[in-house]
C-alpha cells in the first residue's frame, strides 16, 4: 500500500517554486495595471484639453457667425446699387 499524503523535498520545492511564480504574476499584473491607470490618466487629460479647446473654437466662431451675419442683416436696405444705365 503507497503512502499518498507523504510530501517529498521535491514536491515541496515544486510548490514553492509554483508559489513563487504566482507571486511574481501577481507583482507583474499590479504593476502593468499602474502603467495602464497611468496611461489612462494622461489620455483622459488629452481628450479634456482638446475638448475644452474645440468648445472654445465653436463658441468664437459662434460669436463671428453671429457678428458678421448681424452686420449683413443690418446692411440690407441700408444700401442701394446703383443702376446701369448706358
Known amino acids: 500500500m503507497t503512502n499518498h499524503s507523504a510530501m517529498t523535498a521535491r514536491d515541496l520545492g515544486d510548490i514553492a517554486g509554483l508559489q513563487r511564480m504566482a507571486d511574481g504574476y501577481a507583482i507583474e499584473v499590479a504593476r502593468q495595471r499602474g502603467r495602464l491607470?497611468?496611461?489612462?490618466?494622461?489620455?483622459?487629460?488629452?481628450v479634456d484639453r482638446l475638448a475644452a479647446r474645440i468648445r472654445a473654437a465653436d463658441y468664437t466662431l459662434g460669436r463671428r457667425d453671429q457678428t458678421f451675419n448681424g452686420a449683413a442683416q443690418e446692411g440690407r436696405g441700408s444700401r442701394q446699387v446703383p443702376e446701369l444705365t448706358g
Not at 491607470?37 to 488629452?46: E, I, N, S
Open 37 to 46: 491607470r497611468t496611461a489612462w490618466r494622461t489620455a483622459t487629460q488629452d
